[in-house]
């Protein structure tokens, strides 16, 4: 027997036009678009949109963009494939997914849970102007090839393992210095290096004091137990307890993504049919190098 389980896209799958067909077509989807304008202060809407793409792309944008935009795209699996979010058994999101996740969980309101990422966005751009870094994807190298990059890039200054995403692309984060080393050394030794363009070294110790911030929201927002198992980036395990929950999201903002733990856990749980639920097929490219065959269906403005 199928065994359905969701999975909500990160910062990096945003695009001008996202939601547009969603907010037309769903009026569930139109609803939440209507709600983040009046959480948020500024029209979201016309963002997603329209863009412009260079304000859409920055974390205090992108991050609620995304949040919106996806459970935008969950009203569209709801109204067509009801039985497969009633089935749902299980759930995760990459970094910013994962409040998605828990929305969809019933383990925080929507409201609340656009105000947490609005804040969160907002405490990461900060940290992220106040330490010059980045982000480099390396690929063709294995967690053992690319910790010995990130120990010899260090002579440069902090950097470290952001994102397991799955085999053979693991992302790394630091300041850049130390970013442009790692880049060097991962080519010289036959891996593939890309810069990312994201504000910063997210999910590091550089993203200090992003998370006392984050603490500082998440302590009045109201958590409550999730309905279904969502699985936690920091650790790949599963947390039910509300003040588990908050902890583990302080924590994310330090931690490396164990997205492919993350997804090995789940197919171990025994989901066999995937929805990657919101903008792009991001997860559906990292789902084809952790598990082949696993069929992953993707829910956004564009048909299958």
């Given at each position: 027997?199928?065994?359905?389980?969701?999975l909500?896209?990160?910062?990096?799958?945003q695009h001008?036009?996202?939601g547009?067909?969603?907010?037309?077509e769903?009026?569930?989807?139109?609803?939440l678009?209507?709600?983040?304008?009046e959480?948020?202060?500024?029209?979201l809407?016309?963002?997603c949109?329209?863009?412009?793409?260079?304000?859409?792309d920055?974390?205090?944008f992108s991050?609620?963009?995304?949040f919106?935009?996806?459970?935008?795209?969950?009203?569209?699996?709801r109204?067509d494939?009801?039985?497969?979010?009633l089935?749902c058994e299980?759930?995760?999101?990459?970094?910013l997914?994962?409040?998605?996740?828990?929305v969809?969980?019933?383990?925080?309101?929507?409201?609340?849970?656009l105000?947490?990422?609005q804040r969160?966005?907002?405490?990461?751009?900060?940290?992220?102007?106040a330490t010059?870094s980045g982000m480099?994807s390396?690929l063709?190298m294995?967690?053992e090839?690319?910790?010995?990059?990130?120990d010899?890039?260090s002579?440069?200054?902090?950097?470290?393992?952001?994102?397991?995403?799955c085999?053979g692309?693991?992302v790394?984060s630091?300041v850049n210095?130390?970013?442009?080393?790692?880049a060097?050394l991962?080519?010289q030794?036959?891996?593939?290096a890309?810069p990312?363009?994201?504000a910063g070294?997210?999910?590091t110790?550089?993203?200090k004091?992003?998370?006392e911030?984050?603490?500082?929201?998440l302590s009045a927002?109201?958590?409550r137990?999730p309905?279904?198992?969502?699985?936690?980036?920091?650790d790949?395990?599963?947390?039910?307890?509300?003040?588990?929950?908050r902890?583990?999201?302080?924590?994310?903002v330090l931690?490396?993504v164990r997205?492919e733990?993350s997804?090995?856990?789940?197919l171990?749980?025994?989901?066999?049919?995937?929805?990657?639920?919101?903008?792009?097929?991001?997860?559906?490219?990292?789902?084809?190098?952790?598990?082949r065959?696993t069929p992953?269906?993707t829910v956004?403005?564009s048909?299958?």
């Amino acid at each position: 027997m199928s065994k359905i389980a969701l999975l909500f896209p990160g910062q990096g799958a945003q695009h001008v036009g996202m939601g547009k067909q969603l907010f037309a077509e769903y009026p569930k989807a139109k609803e939440l678009f209507d709600i983040a304008n009046e959480v948020l202060g500024y029209d979201l809407a016309k963002l997603c949109f329209e863009g412009p793409a260079k304000e859409l792309d920055t974390t205090i944008f992108s991050q609620p963009a995304l949040f919106v935009s996806s459970l935008a795209a969950l009203e569209k699996l709801r109204a067509d494939s009801p039985d497969v979010v009633l089935g749902c058994e299980m759930a995760a999101g990459l970094s910013l997914g994962e409040y998605t996740a828990l929305v969809f969980s019933g383990a925080m309101s929507f409201e609340q849970g656009l105000k947490v990422v609005q804040r969160r966005g907002q405490a990461m751009q900060a940290a992220a102007d106040a330490t010059p870094s980045g982000m480099v994807s390396i690929l063709l190298m294995d967690r053992e090839q690319v910790q010995k990059v990130c120990d010899e890039a260090s002579s440069e200054g902090p950097i470290q393992i952001a994102n397991y995403l799955c085999p053979g692309n693991i992302v790394v984060s630091g300041v850049n210095a130390a970013c442009i080393r790692a880049a060097e050394l991962a080519e010289q030794a036959g891996g593939r290096a890309i810069p990312l363009a994201v504000a910063g070294a997210f999910h590091t110790p550089i993203m200090k004091p992003a998370d006392e911030q984050l603490a500082e929201v998440l302590s009045a927002t109201e958590i409550r137990t999730p309905e279904i198992p969502v699985v936690s980036n920091v650790d790949a395990a599963v947390h039910t307890e509300p003040e588990e929950i908050r902890n583990i999201l302080i924590q994310q903002v330090l931690q490396p993504v164990r997205w492919e733990d993350s997804i090995q856990v789940m197919l171990s749980s025994g989901c066999t049919d995937f929805y990657e639920v919101g903008p792009g097929k991001v997860l559906k490219g990292l789902m084809k190098r952790i598990s082949r065959k696993t069929p992953i269906t993707t829910v956004n403005d564009s048909p299958e």
